[in-house]
């Protein structure tokens, strides 16, 4: 049997932590805006996301409440530079996979060609070069582009995220689905940085209460395998947005049967369905609204230049954020002009992964090509196909505990699948490497007296990783140590 000893000091290696859950996530708060705490605040209540992981920043108004755009340097300035300070600062840097902006952050940043708030965070805040974003000369003849220029390029989606997936055409090689983790593993110091918004409330945006609700249907959705159908608009006419991605939907039909999800190809808009698990088609304009029901964790996109472009009135196009309205967790577009490519929307397979347990955030990312442009809105740890597995933590039994205290935690799989490896964190710090059997012995004789949490995570090997854990709170209070007396401080001196 294997068990940790933490130390009071806390002297073991903060290692990185499999799998996508809320301990991996850092979460940005605007500090200037009551509403972005707000709902910084709900998230990370629902999600139980350590307080340690939270992030407040100091965004101008300007950049929010006036304008949805920033400069490079000003992101650097205001958003990257003390993001990622305070995660190293804290030791927490080594387990984040990846980032949650709340409301009220600029969505825009004015490069050239202009990317995504989540796209220059996908690149961690670094200038690309041509030779970056050089496809193979089989994959550029197949998306029928030419491209000689850093930003033409860019325009064309011929930047390859390596966490795609794939198929990039008929009858290319498709990756199967996996969690963060393991491309993290793959990629080491490669790895981009996954990033989602949970809102957008400026002009054309949603309301706060339309936001939480859709955070709510977010954690609701976990593990409920929903019976409903995945609806794949072929469309009516050969407008190129409409028929983009027909070439991706028998296939994605086929894989989600293999997973018990129905999946249909369609020319009509499903006014009045009911139980829809997602919906994909390509039009300037729509009205969500004439879906009668949504399932809690469903996501909804249209394909179209500006649905991610809040600002431009002109020409009129429906923004992603009416899909949350209509009652979807999550949508994507593009923040500005993105071309008749399918490279920057995601993908069909988007439901074959996420019907495989993938989170909504690790879907996203494995099924868009070039995310530069991307906006990803909604509820990232959205999980319906995710095994509804219980971790308990025994400990003792009074919430006040002094000097050595022990701890265990027990996995109820739901089909008796079994864990052996566990993380721990304390106080939100990964402490010591991952164990098979989660006993733990802690000497709080040198920890500040107050209130202190312990966090457990179980881990399930495979592709896509099964998480679960628990937290549980205790408060020390260990007597006060005698001061030692120099020697003309004694009696008598």
């Known amino acids: 049997m294997r068990a940790w000893s933490l130390p009071a000091l806390l002297l073991g290696l903060a290692l990185a932590c499999s799998g996508q859950g809320p301990h991996e996530l850092l979460v940005l708060v605007n500090r200037n805006s009551t509403g972005s705490v707000a709902v910084a605040e709900t998230f990370v209540r629902l999600r139980q996301v350590p307080r340690l992981n ?40 080594d387990h984040i996979l990846a980032w949650v902006y709340s409301t009220d952050f600029p969505v825009r940043v004015t490069c050239e060609p202009p990317f995504s708030l989540l796209g220059m965070t996908f690149l961690r805040n670094r200038r690309l070069d041509i030779e ?13 582009q030419k491209a000689q220029g850093l930003i033409l390029r860019v325009k064309l989606g011929w930047y390859m995220s390596p966490l795609f997936a794939g198929p990039g055409w008929p009858g290319a090689l498709a990756y199967p689905p996996v969690s963060l983790d393991a491309q993290a593993a793959r990629l080491r110091t490669e790895m981009p940085l996954p ?25 609701e959705s976990d593990g409920t395998r929903p019976e409903g159908t995945v609806y794949y608009l072929s469309g009516r006419t050969n407008q190129v947005r409409a028929v983009i991605r027909r070439w991706q939907f028998p296939g994605a039909c086929r894989e989600l049967a293999r997973f018990g999800v129905d999946g249909v190809v369609t020319d009509r808009f499903p006014t009045g369905a009911d139980r829809v698990i997602g919906l994909m088609m390509g039009a300037a304009t729509v009205r969500p609204a004439r879906i009668r029901k949504f399932v809690p964790g469903a996501m909804a996109e249209h394909l179209t230049s500006l ?22 967790t999550a949508s994507a577009g593009t923040v500005s002009e993105p071309r008749s490519m399918w490279q920057k929307f995601p ?63 027990h996995v109820q799989a739901a089909d008796g699948r079994e864990y052996s490896d566990f993380v721990c964190l304390l106080d ?52 006060a140590p005698a001061r030692r007396r120099l020697p003309w401080q004694r009696k008598g001196k």
């Not at 970056?132 to 029928?144: D, G, N, T």
């Not at 025994?394 to 002094?402: A, C, Q």
């Open 428 to 479: 939100g710090r990964v402490v010591g490497p991952p164990v098979a059997d989660p006993q733990l012995t802690l000497d709080t004789t040198g920890m500040n007296n107050g209130q202190h949490t312990i966090r457990i995570v179980g881990r399930l090997s495979g592709p896509v990783r099964t998480q679960v854990f628990a937290v549980k709170r205790f408060v020390v209070r260990n007597a």
């Open 307 to 328: 649905a991610a472009a809040f600002d431009a009135a002109r020409p009129p196009q429906t923004k992603l954020t009416e899909w949350i309205r209509a009652g979807a």
């Open 132 to 144: 970056s974003i050089r496809l193979p000369a089989e994959v550029a003849k197949q998306l029928h």
């Open 195 to 219: 990033s989602m918004m949970l809102g957008y409330t400026g002009t054309n945006g949603n309301t706060q209460a339309e936001i939480v609700a859709c955070l709510r249907r977010g954690l």
């Open 347 to 409: 993908h069909a397979r988007f439901f074959a992964h996420y019907a495989s347990g993938c989170t909504m955030l690790e879907s996203f990312y494995q099924a868009v090509f070039s995310p530069l442009q991307t906006l990803f809105v909604g509820e990232p740890l959205a999980a319906p196909w995710r095994p509804l597995d219980v971790l308990r933590i025994r400990g003792p039994d009074t919430p006040t505990v002094s000097g050595q205290v022990a701890f265990s935690a």
């Open 54 to 93: 939270v992030v407040e920043l100091d965004v101008p108004n300007v950049h929010w409440r006036e304008s949805i755009q920033i400069s490079p340097a000003r992101f650097t300035k205001y958003i990257w530079g003390p993001a990622s300070a305070a995660a190293q600062k804290r030791g927490i840097d």
